[in-house]
């Protein structure tokens, strides 16, 4: 943000160096001495979690506000689905595994997934597509830049950041802190790469902007964030947005919406709220006409 010239106080910053400059002792070296902002102990805190929450939630926003990042296209999906080559070589090593031992039912079953994890693969080439569509569309109109947005992740994630990459568009990444290795995909645009300690912020952001959510087959974090944008929109809380699951056969599979109507616990007409799409263009297309924009 840039500072006022006419300001009369001392800029934090300012303040923080001027700190820094005094004379040892038993006084100044105390913990209890370290300016509030800067003493990082005081900050982490149980006490200081309503502070912490603040700060996760107005960081990424001014810095996107800085870029005038005002609407994104938010795509989801599995960090395990690889890029189509990827996930062939692991299939025929494991396929090579199985051979060794025909008995072996731990090889045959990673012979299964290797073998489903290929089969949506294409999965990777339509979101970096999709991306790329989305991106190249800010090229050719006069209104609000639409930024692709993921959870900066692999798999899915990496693929849309690269769609986006590839045509020279930025893109944002909203990583998180996990307990085994997370790292963000090297498509990210670096200054719109973020990393979160809270989930339920970093959720927040992810719709704050969004004017549409597209999600490809994915596990508990898919499932999370589509059920969560699918109950705000049935309850109203936010504005309808176009929602877009890419692949009916897997959907159907993994989730019996019709059997929540026949339970009584959903209504018929939330079946509306979502749109099953299979390609990167077909999902453009209603994406655009939702934004009410011309295809290019």
């Given at each position: 943000?840039?500072?006022?010239?006419?300001?009369?106080?001392?800029?934090?910053?300012?303040?923080?160096?001027?700190?820094?400059?005094?004379?040892?002792?038993?006084?100044?070296?105390?913990?209890?001495?370290?300016?509030?902002?800067?003493?990082?102990?005081?900050?982490?805190?149980?006490?200081?979690?309503?502070?912490?929450?603040?700060?996760?939630?107005?960081?990424?926003?001014?810095?996107?506000?800085?870029?005038?990042?005002?609407?994104?296209?938010?795509?989801?999906?599995?960090?395990?689905?690889?890029?189509?080559?990827?996930?062939?070589?692991?299939?025929?090593?494991?396929?090579?595994?199985?051979?060794?031992?025909?008995?072996?039912?731990?090889?045959?079953?990673?012979?299964?997934?290797?073998?489903?994890?290929?089969?949506?693969?294409?999965?990777?080439?339509?979101?970096?597509?999709?991306?790329?569509?989305?991106?190249k569309s800010n090229k050719v109109s006069d209104n609000s830049k639409y930024v692709v947005v993921t959870g900066g992740g692999p798999g899915i994630m990496e693929a849309a950041n690269r769609g986006a990459h590839e045509v020279g568009a930025?893109?944002?990444?909203?990583?998180?802190?996990?307990?085994?290795?997370?790292?963000?995909?090297?498509?990210?645009?670096?200054?719109l790469c973020f990393q979160f300690h809270y989930f339920a912020i970093r959720k927040m952001h992810f719709l704050m902007r969004a004017r549409a959510l597209v999600v490809f087959p994915g596990g508990f974090g898919t499932l999370d964030e589509?059920?969560?944008?699918?109950?705000?929109?049935?309850?109203?809380?936010?504005?309808?947005?176009?929602?877009?699951?890419?692949?009916?056969?897997?959907?159907?599979?993994?989730?019996?919406?019709?059997?929540?109507?026949?339970?009584?616990?959903?209504?018929?007409?939330?079946?509306?709220?979502?749109?099953?799409?299979?390609?990167?263009?077909?999902?453009?297309?209603?994406?655009?006409?939702?934004?009410?924009?011309?295809?290019?």
């Amino acid at each position: 943000m840039r500072r006022r010239k006419d300001r009369i106080f001392p800029s934090a910053l300012e303040e923080s160096q001027a700190a820094e400059v005094c004379v040892p002792s038993a006084q100044t070296l105390s913990p209890s001495y370290r300016l509030a902002y800067k003493d990082l102990d005081f900050l982490l805190r149980d006490e200081l979690r309503p502070v912490r929450l603040q700060l996760e939630l107005l960081k990424p926003e001014l810095i996107l506000q800085e870029h005038g990042i005002e609407h994104t296209i938010v795509i989801f999906g599995s960090t395990r689905i690889p890029e189509p080559t990827v996930a062939r070589k692991v299939l025929e090593e494991s396929e090579g595994n199985a051979r060794k031992d025909p008995t072996n039912e731990s090889l045959a079953l990673r012979v299964r997934i290797a073998r489903s994890l290929f089969e949506k693969s294409k999965y990777y080439e339509e979101a970096r597509k999709l991306a790329s569509l989305i991106s190249k569309s800010n090229k050719v109109s006069d209104n609000s830049k639409y930024v692709v947005v993921t959870g900066g992740g692999p798999g899915i994630m990496e693929a849309a950041n690269r769609g986006a990459h590839e045509v020279g568009a930025e893109s944002i990444g909203l990583n998180i802190v996990l307990p085994f290795e997370q790292k963000p995909n090297e498509y990210i645009t670096p200054e719109l790469c973020f990393q979160f300690h809270y989930f339920a912020i970093r959720k927040m952001h992810f719709l704050m902007r969004a004017r549409a959510l597209v999600v490809f087959p994915g596990g508990f974090g898919t499932l999370d964030e589509l059920f969560e944008t699918l109950t705000l929109i049935q309850t109203k809380k936010i504005k309808p947005i176009p929602v877009l699951m890419f692949g009916r056969k897997f959907w159907e599979k993994v989730i019996n919406f019709e059997a929540l109507i026949e339970e009584g616990t959903i209504s018929p007409e939330d079946l509306h709220l979502f749109q099953y799409v299979e390609s990167a263009e077909e999902a453009w297309e209603l994406i655009s006409r939702s934004l009410g924009r011309e295809i290019r």
